[in-house]
């Protein structure tokens, strides 16, 4: 079968072996791949595996006229309707249709890009903003928020008018069913094909987009407003897309959890556990000489290594020749000479060593301790957790989102903020070789068997079957023939020519 893949990032990436779009089209031969990238260059790759379209998401939009002026009342009716369900909380329903109405008329004169980005546009969203029914808890929008929002609004909109949206061969009428990876505005491609053509699509997240721009607009260089506004049009993307998904497959049940949190129907969710290479590495090999911890993530308050800071205060009061290796970059300013200061406060800071970012990959700081410790306020993704076990050592961690999901039984779950709880379970595993080689080899097996690339691809082989085979290519057809079949067994044996003669029998 035809699949559309649709997601961000740079087309050099994306088709790479080694990445999760190029493990699933080398794991699938047996199916016809077609990749659609937002935030490529916009021109067309060659030399890939896959046939690649791009379309540029962010920066300058793209060159093209304004609508006429007999069309722009249109234009102007469809963006208010869209602007008043982001501000207006009684009409969050209109989100949708507004979409399909701004898709529609772009396809049918190439303006949206220059409308999206015109002072008409602008004065609308301005009235609409500041209209006395418009929800500002945020703040009343200035008139730098409007232009600024507008910007936004215009680049997140900006695949609405992708040329992808025909019956061609390159075109995504064409696909059997479009698979968007990550979420977000590669999602709007696939509503428009699925409302145009019927085409359904099945959407891989494993990191929710919905959650990863609430956290992104904590910190973003804009006022309060035009947060509110990103983060309203982001929701109600994401509502709309679980609404309209025929197959959502998460990475973890934490996800799956969040996904049902934001709408999603429970029946349509398949838990995918994202495959890694790493299971084919070897483990790590002899401990070193004395007890070593090694930490590992970003030196940042979300990571909490202040936690891990105290907990080895009191394993060096009982231990006095552990040592601590913490591995990581500095993720926010100033934090990690602010670390540096506690663990001297805490008479610890010469047997603690801050690594940094290490050269040769994670393989390196696994083998480099005796356990593994992981104390961060909140673990979203599986991949750095399933990683430290597939090294064969023991893991300690705080209880806190995919931990318990990913480390079960092989290994040893701590309450977050609890220094005396994470020290006790770490003193506990470093008085017993014998039970931290019996924990890393259990935990290397259950990684080994969660996050293989084999059980990915049959997951997906399965999906894609079960989706199409109660999903008719013709819908319009399908529904007035009432035939079980959209295509007939002809068409893929003699033909399209031959398949169109049969369907016409």
Avoid at 205 to 219: A, D, F, V
Avoid at 400 to 423: H, N
């Amino acid at each position: 079968m035809r699949i559309a893949l649709l997601t961000e990032g740079a087309s050099s990436y994306a088709q790479r072996a080694d990445s999760w779009c190029g493990r699933l089209i080398e794991g699938l031969p047996e199916h016809e791949f077609r990749l659609y990238l937002l935030g490529g260059s916009g021109r067309p790759a060659e030399g890939g595996p896959v046939p690649v379209a791009e379309l540029p998401l962010w920066g300058r939009r793209p060159k093209g006229h304004a609508p006429a002026l007999h069309r722009r009342r249109s234009y102007q009716q469809a963006y208010r309707a869209l602007i008043r369900s982001l501000v207006i909380p009684g009409e969050r329903e209109s989100f949708g249709p507004a979409l399909h109405r701004l898709a529609a008329l772009g396809r049918e004169d190439g303006a949206l890009p220059a409308f999206l980005a015109s002072g008409p546009a602008q004065r609308v969203l301005e009235q609409v903003w500041r209209s006395p029914a418009a929800d500002t808890a945020a703040g009343q929008p200035q008139v730098r928020d409007v232009l600024v929002a507008a910007d936004l609004l215009e680049q997140c909109l900006r695949p609405l008018s992708a040329p992808w949206y025909g019956t061609g061969p390159d075109g995504l009428g064409s696909a059997d069913l479009c698979h968007v990876v990550g979420g977000g505005p590669a999602v709007l491609p696939a509503l428009v094909a699925k409302q145009l053509h019927g085409v359904p699509f099945v959407i891989t997240e494993h990191g929710l987009h919905l959650r990863e721009q609430y956290r992104s607009y904590r910190t973003a260089p804009y006022r309060w407003p035009v947060r509110a506004l990103l983060i309203g049009f982001f929701r109600l993307l994401t509502e709309e897309t679980y609404r309209q998904a025929a197959v959502l497959t998460p990475g973890s049940d934490y996800d799956r959890h969040w996904q049902e949190r934001c709408g999603a129907d429970p029946a349509r969710i398949r838990v995918v556990h994202e495959g890694t290479p790493a299971v084919a590495r070897a483990a790590a090999g002899p401990e070193p000489e004395g007890p070593v911890l090694v930490w590992a993530g970003a030196l940042e308050p979300g990571r909490d290594p202040a936690l891990m800071l105290h907990a080895f205060a009191r394993i060096r009061a009982e231990l006095p020749e552990a040592r601590l290796r913490m591995y990581g970059e500095e993720g926010a300013p100033g934090y990690l000479a602010h670390c540096r200061e506690m663990a001297e406060r805490l008479g610890v800071d010469r047997a603690v060593d801050f690594e940094g970012r290490p050269e040769g990959g994670p393989a390196g700081i696994w083998a480099a301790g005796s356990l593994v410790v992981f104390s961060a306020l909140a673990q979203r993704s599986p991949r750095l957790l399933a990683d430290a076990m597939l090294s064969g050592r023991a893991v300690v961690t705080t209880e806190v989102g995919v931990a318990r999901e990913v480390v079960g039984p092989t290994g040893l779950l701590v309450p977050p903020r609890d220094p005396a709880a994470l020290a006790a379970a770490c003193l506990a595993l470093l008085g017993d070789e014998e039970r931290r080689a019996r924990l890393g080899l259990a935990g290397r097996l259950r990684a080994q068997e969660r996050f293989a690339v084999e059980p990915v691809v049959t997951a997906f082989r399965e999906v894609y079957l079960e989706l199409v085979s109660r999903w008719p290519a013709f819908p319009a057809v399908a529904k007035a023939a009432a035939r079980p079949f959209a295509r007939p067994a002809e068409y893929w044996v003699a033909g399209p020519a031959a398949g169109s003669v049969a369907e016409a029998v």
